[in-house]
């Protein structure tokens, strides 16, 4: 920001906010002038002014990744994960389409048991007794409820993940996990190559010049509201080359390697004493391309991968009644109108973040998201291409369309660095479609049609 009040903005921001889409379901309004300035010859000229447009406000999208927040704008970043994984597995946006032959793996893990909750569970495509209980004297727990259960619960039952006794079930442990499972991945990322080094029979400097761990993963609530991860990972050469790694590191020792490092614990101190937090027994990995999906039968190819990740990049916790935005007094949880154990994690959130507890911020700020205030989606360096290079390349290629010839600077010069933009009276109008424009419906409509696009798309 300069004296005067003006700012200088880079050719290429320009370009990602001149004319947007604005198919966005609520995009921010502003309003304002962008001028050039020749640095040579101290002259000015308009190259930009919202006043040309209508309503007289530029319509920014909000880039909301949420899908219950922002259908449009969701869609467009799901769509980017997807071609983000997907160049991770099979190449293409410039990695080469050798790296289908490196090893790599799509590996699940998941929290340990709280308790007894309400579950699908499958042998082939038979659905099993959820706890079946024959003996009387063992169905009831120390609070005297039943915790038999000898339904064949349907796909999308809403008992599905609910504990058999909420007085039993340990929502502290639930929490807490939920609160560190960003860390205890971490811990996971740290061990992996040196797991892989003991298997290897090499030294973790011998295998740090051979070898780079690399992954994207998403974080997903279960039903019963901790979150599990998925990954790819995958095994290259150091480098930005996207080299194979040597012979010896093969999918099958890197899934002996994520099975051991699954095991790492996180100590966490509460309540006078170290709870060790750690995954569930039930790490499920599998070697991308030469496996299938249990519950489909389909062989794991890289789209139906691609596809799986992306779909959980853009959600969040998708239950009814819980609240989308933070919590901000205890007396709002009891008049939440969600379950009862969505509530019961949410309050215990609540209470952790007490100064007689923890005192620790994290947890009332995502009590709301039962504990868990992590990213959805994260990726180590070097995955594949990233979001920016994504949308960089969407933009250019819009603007080459517009520009046939190559961009002109306000004087008919090809751009270079002796001209800059200067914002003039950029301001904040608003978010939210104008009335004045007729830009809301056709947003409404082209938000509905992307979303059946994707639908199609996913469906496959
Ligand atoms: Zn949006
Ligand atoms: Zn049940
Ligand atoms: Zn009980």
């Known amino acids: 920001m300069t004296a005067d009040g003006t700012m200088t903005v880079s050719w290429a921001d320009f370009r990602a906010w001149e004319r947007q889409l604005t198919t966005c379901t609520h995009p921010i309004r502003l309003r304002g002038r962008i001028d050039a300035l020749d640095l040579a010859t101290g002259e000015l000229a308009p190259v930009y002014d919202t006043a040309a447009e209508d309503g007289g406000v530029l319509h920014v999208a909000c880039g909301n990744r949420r899908e219950t927040v922002c259908p449009a704008c969701s869609a467009v ?10 160049a991770g597995l099979a190449g293409g946006k410039g990695i080469p389409e050798t790296i289908t032959a490196h090893p790599c793996v799509f590996a699940t893990l998941t929290a340990p048991s709280f308790g007894p909750v309400h579950a699908r569970r499958m042998r082939g495509k038979t659905v099993l007794p959820c706890h079946p209980r024959r003996d009387a004297n063992a169905r009831r727990c120390h609070h005297g409820r039943d915790i038999s259960c000898p339904t064949r619960h349907a796909e999308g039952d809403p008992r599905l993940g609910q504990p058999m006794c909420g007085d039993c079930y340990d929502y502290t442990s639930a929490v807490l996990f939920n609160a560190y499972a960003g860390d205890l991945w971490r811990r996971f990322v740290t061990y992996l190559p040196r797991r892989l080094a003991r298997l290897a029979g090499v030294t973790q400097k011998m295998l740090h010049a051979q070898l780079s761990v690399r992954f994207v993963k998403v974080a997903e609530y279960q039903a019963r ?34 099975d051991q490092a699954a095991a790492v614990a996180l100590p966490v101190e509460h309540g006078g004493q170290v709870l060790m937090l750690g995954f569930g027994t039930q790490t499920d990995r599998r070697p991308v391309r030469h496996d299938t999906i249990v519950s489909t039968g389909k062989p794991l190819d890289v789209d139906a991968v691609a596809n799986y990740i992306a779909k959980y990049a853009t959600k969040t916790l998708h239950a009814p009644g819980v609240p989308d935005t933070r919590i901000r007094h205890a007396a709002e949880i009891p008049g ?42 994260t990726k180590s360096r070097r995955y594949s291409v990233t979001f920016g290079q994504l949308r960089a390349a969407r933009t250019s290629y819009r603007r080459a369309q517009r520009h046939p010839g190559g961009e002109r600077d306000p004087w008919g010069r090809p751009l270079d660095e002796t001209v800059v933009l200067i914002l003039s009276t950029w301001t904040y109008a608003g978010t939210g479609h104008s009335t004045a424009t007729p830009g809301a419906e056709l947003a409404t409509a082209s938000a509905a049609r992307a979303r059946e696009h994707h639908g199609q798309a996913t469906t496959r």
């Open 77 to 86: 970043y799901k769509r980017d994960a997807r071609q983000l994984v997907r």
């Open 225 to 258: 509201g901790v979150v599990h991860f998925h990954a790819v990972i995958r095994l290259d050469a150091p480098g930005e080359d996207y080299q194979p790694p040597p012979a010896a590191y093969t999918a099958d020792l890197l899934c002996d390697a994520i």
């Open 336 to 377: 939440l109108r969600c379950s009862a154990h969505y509530r019961a994690m949410i309050s215990t959130a609540w209470d952790l973040g007490s100064r007689q507890a923890t005192g620790e911020a994290r947890f009332r700020q995502w009590a709301h998201m039962l504990g868990y205030g992590g990213h959805f989606l």
